[in-house]
């Protein structure tokens, strides 16, 4: 019996298995031990970033401290990877303020729910690995753009400047800054700048304890000793809960959740490509594989559960992970620990959380937006061919000056009408009969066995050789390159051995052809044809129209049967 191809195989696989079910059958005192390394210190290292994160997307810190506590854990507990570690980022940093300045926080809770849901229909298709091949300079593209306006939001906490509430826009919000520059506070921007050499220069001193901790634990303390006048997270926000909020059912409307489908659908491309990004990543450095399906069911599960306790929209985060597995984390129980280490610390500190000062989280950020730009593949990026840099600086420059949503879809769309571009240009039909120049040196004739070259084309027969993907970008070339009408042929073999994909404008081009041959009692033939266009013409009826006697693999059964018919005219 034949062997099962692989791709039927992974198809056969369960569309949900969490890794924590499978790691767990083998799990042993050494894999508890660095889980709970890795989980405590990425515990801690997630404190900072959930509040920075929070505020940044324009809601309160305890808000990013529940997501990260509570998405956190679900994702762990339900996700594809052995050891993914989940909660709010930099990514939806701008996504989420649009949301709230639009709909307010009412409207970011149903607009995660929906985006939960989504990962999970995501998911449940099977649109894990398809959602991998999102192309770089898009993803590249979009990072960039959110790095530059986290950036940009922090200007004010970093500088101290007394503006009042900023403008939503990127070049309103640079005027007010240039407009208040004169209100910067000395104190703030000495303690910012301190912050980041801090988080710079600490790894110098103790790679155990993480520099934005170690930044965030002498500022904090050099405030409170001497009584600094700078804005702290009490003084603006009032006090943090030390524990997890009660979960309330939110307000759900159909006007609503029409309103919030788009930005809902944003939402969840970004955390699908976020989380399988991470995922992929972490991946390469623990020598694994996750399951890219079940890891949008767990991203879907954790972002319709978070909302009801007042989080914000969670994925997966790459500095995290990496974090995790570089201190042992090896299996999803690392990323259980680090939502109960992160509950624990709010449950027993919560309440000095409210003197942190905010221009240590300005700091913070300032440096996530420095490694989230990744100006090194920015400016490599900048020399790959033209209209990749197109999608690249139209996906960047719409991300800052536009709306993320609007710049993710354009670059989508862009990036879909490239690749049929480039298709096009890779897709040739020729005509072998009049172009006998398929193959012109002996080494090339030894290569190719099946070429039309070297064989003796019976007289009444033209062939035509198609190269590339038949589908709707190049149906106008085969029908004007296959135009028979001025000289037409007693028999035509269309030999199809380089072309492996054919989709329905595709079939239909076929069918005019065939229409055609039948109209100047012509006979249609074809060589060499591969497996998914022999299925496409078979669902389609076409083959029947042309005959399964008409069909071959081999180009010279096909040349005997066109010589065979042509005879007989």
Same mark, same amino acid.
């Given at each position: 019996?034949?062997?099962?191809?692989?791709?039927?195989?992974?198809?056969?696989?369960?569309?949900?298995?969490?890794?924590?079910?499978?790691?767990?059958?083998?799990?042993?005192?050494?894999?508890?031990?660095?889980?709970?390394?890795?989980?405590?210190?990425?515990?801690?290292?997630?404190?900072?970033?959930?509040?920075?994160?929070?505020?940044?997307?324009?809601?309160? *810190?305890?808000?990013?401290?529940?997501?990260?506590?509570?998405?956190?854990?679900?994702?762990?507990?339900?996700?594809?990877?052995?050891?993914?570690?989940?909660?709010?980022?930099?990514?939806?940093?701008?996504?989420?303020?649009?949301?709230?300045?639009?709909?307010?926080?009412?409207?970011?809770?149903?607009?995660?729910?929906?985006?939960?849901?989504?990962?999970?229909?995501?998911?449940?298709?099977?649109?894990?690995?398809?959602?991998?091949?999102?192309?770089?300079?898009?993803?590249?593209?979009?990072?960039?753009?959110?790095?530059?306006?986290?950036?940009?939001?922090?200007?004010?906490?970093?500088?101290?400047?007394?503006?009042?509430?900023? *403008?939503?826009?990127?070049?309103?919000?640079?005027?007010?800054?240039?407009?208040?520059?004169?209100?910067?506070?000395?104190?703030?921007?000495?303690?910012?700048?301190?912050?980041?050499?801090?988080?710079?220069?600490?790894?110098?001193?103790?790679?155990?304890?993480?520099?934005?901790?170690?930044?965030?634990?002498?500022?904090?303390?050099?405030?409170?000793?001497?009584?600094?006048?700078?804005?702290?997270?009490?003084?603006?926000?009032?006090?943090?809960?030390?524990?997890?909020?009660?979960?309330?059912?939110?307000?759900?409307?159909?006007?609503?959740?029409?309103?919030?489908?788009? *930005?809902?659908?944003?939402?969840?491309?970004?955390?699908?490509?976020?989380?399988?990004?991470?995922?992929?990543?972490?991946?390469?450095?623990?020598?694994?594989?996750?399951?890219?399906?079940?890891?949008?069911?767990?991203?879907?599960?954790?972002?319709?559960?978070?909302?009801?306790?007042?989080?914000?929209?969670?994925?997966?985060?790459?500095?995290?992970?990496?974090?995790?597995?570089?201190?042992?984390?090896?299996?999803?129980?690392?990323?259980?620990?680090?939502?109960?280490?992160?509950?624990?610390?709010?449950?027993?500190?919560?309440?000095?959380?409210?003197?942190?000062?905010?221009?240590?989280?300005?700091?913070?950020?300032?440096?996530?937006?420095?490694?989230?730009?990744?100006?090194?593949?920015?400016?490599?990026?900048?020399?790959?061919?033209?209209?990749?840099?197109?999608?690249?600086?139209?996906?960047?420059?719409?991300?800052?000056?536009?709306?993320?949503?609007?710049?993710?879809?354009?670059?989508?769309?862009?990036?879909?009408?490239?690749?049929?571009?480039?298709?096009?240009?890779?897709?040739?039909?020729?005509?072998?009969?009049?172009?006998?120049?398929?193959?012109?040196?002996?080494?090339?004739?030894?290569?190719?066995?099946?070429?039309?070259?070297?064989?003796?084309?019976?007289?009444?027969?033209?062939?035509?050789?198609?190269?590339?993907?038949?589908?709707?970008?190049?149906?106008?070339?085969?029908?004007?390159?296959?135009?028979?009408?001025?000289?037409?042929?007693?028999?035509?073999?269309?030999?199809?051995?380089?072309?492996?994909?054919?989709?329905?404008?595709?079939?239909?081009?076929?069918?005019?052809?065939?229409?055609?041959?039948?109209?100047?009692?012509?006979?249609?033939?074809?060589?060499?044809?591969?497996?998914?266009?022999?299925?496409?013409?078979?669902?389609?009826?076409?083959?029947?129209?042309?005959?399964?006697?008409?069909?071959?693999?081999?180009?010279?059964?096909?040349?005997?049967?066109?010589?065979?018919?042509?005879?007989?005219?």
């Amino acid at each position: 019996m034949d062997s099962v191809p692989p791709s039927v195989v992974k198809s056969r696989q369960p569309v949900f298995l969490p890794k924590l079910i499978s790691t767990l059958k083998s799990y042993s005192p050494k894999d508890f031990w660095g889980d709970l390394s890795g989980g405590v210190i990425v515990g801690i290292v997630a404190l900072p970033l959930a509040i920075a994160f929070a505020i940044a997307s324009g809601v309160t *810190p305890d808000r990013g401290l529940t997501t990260a506590i509570v998405a956190g854990l679900l994702i762990s507990v339900f996700g594809g990877s052995r050891v993914q570690i989940g909660g709010p980022t930099g990514a939806f940093v701008v996504i989420v303020y649009n949301i709230v300045e639009k709909y307010g926080v009412d409207g970011l809770i149903i607009c995660t729910i929906m985006a939960g849901v989504m990962l999970i229909l995501m998911g449940v298709a099977r649109l894990g690995a398809i959602l991998k091949f999102i192309p770089y300079p898009l993803t590249v593209g979009f990072t960039a753009g959110i790095a530059v306006v986290i950036f940009s939001s922090q200007v004010k906490d970093f500088l101290g400047l007394q503006t009042g509430a900023v *403008p939503a826009d990127f070049l309103e919000k640079w005027a007010v800054y240039f407009r208040d520059i004169h209100t910067a506070s000395l104190p703030t921007v000495t303690l910012s700048l301190l912050s980041l050499l801090i988080i710079i220069a600490w790894p110098r001193v103790s790679r155990r304890i993480p520099g934005p901790i170690a930044a965030l634990l002498i500022v904090t303390a050099i405030v409170s000793l001497f009584h600094i006048p700078v804005e702290t997270i009490g003084t603006r926000f009032g006090s943090i809960p030390s524990g997890l909020p009660r979960p309330v059912l939110p307000h759900i409307t159909l006007a609503g959740v029409k309103m919030l489908v788009a *930005p809902a659908l944003t939402v969840a491309l970004l955390g699908a490509i976020e989380s399988l990004l991470s995922a992929t990543v972490a991946d390469g450095m623990i020598e694994s594989k996750h399951r890219s399906n079940t890891e949008l069911i767990g991203q879907g599960i954790a972002n319709i559960v978070t909302p009801f306790f007042g989080g914000i929209p969670a994925t997966g985060a790459i500095a995290r992970t990496a974090t995790n597995v570089k201190n042992g984390g090896r299996t999803p129980v690392a990323g259980i620990i680090h939502a109960l280490t992160l509950l624990g610390i709010v449950m027993v500190f919560g309440r000095w959380a409210t003197a942190i000062p905010l221009c240590v989280l300005a700091a913070i950020l300032v440096i996530v937006s420095y490694h989230m730009s990744e100006w090194h593949a920015f400016k490599s990026l900048l020399r790959a061919p033209r209209m990749d840099v197109a999608v690249l600086l139209v996906v960047f420059f719409l991300t800052v000056f536009v709306d993320l949503t609007v710049a993710v879809e354009v670059g989508i769309l862009m990036s879909a009408v490239l690749f049929m571009k480039r298709m096009t240009d890779v897709t040739v039909i020729r005509d072998i009969t009049s172009d006998m120049e398929e193959a012109v040196d002996e080494e090339t004739l030894r290569e190719t066995p099946d070429a039309v070259s070297l064989r003796k084309i019976p007289d009444g027969v033209n062939v035509y050789e198609a190269e590339g993907a038949l589908f709707f970008g190049v149906a106008e070339l085969i029908r004007d390159t296959m135009d028979i009408g001025k000289n037409p042929p007693k028999a035509l073999v269309l030999q199809t051995r380089h072309a492996l994909a054919l989709d329905a404008t595709g079939l239909m081009a076929l069918a005019d052809l065939k229409k055609q041959c039948d109209r100047y009692r012509t006979h249609l033939i074809i060589s060499g044809i591969h497996a998914q266009p022999l299925i496409a013409m078979e669902r389609s009826g076409l083959l029947y129209k042309i005959g399964e006697d008409n069909v071959f693999k081999s180009i010279d059964d096909a040349l005997a049967r066109a010589g065979a018919l042509a005879g007989r005219e």
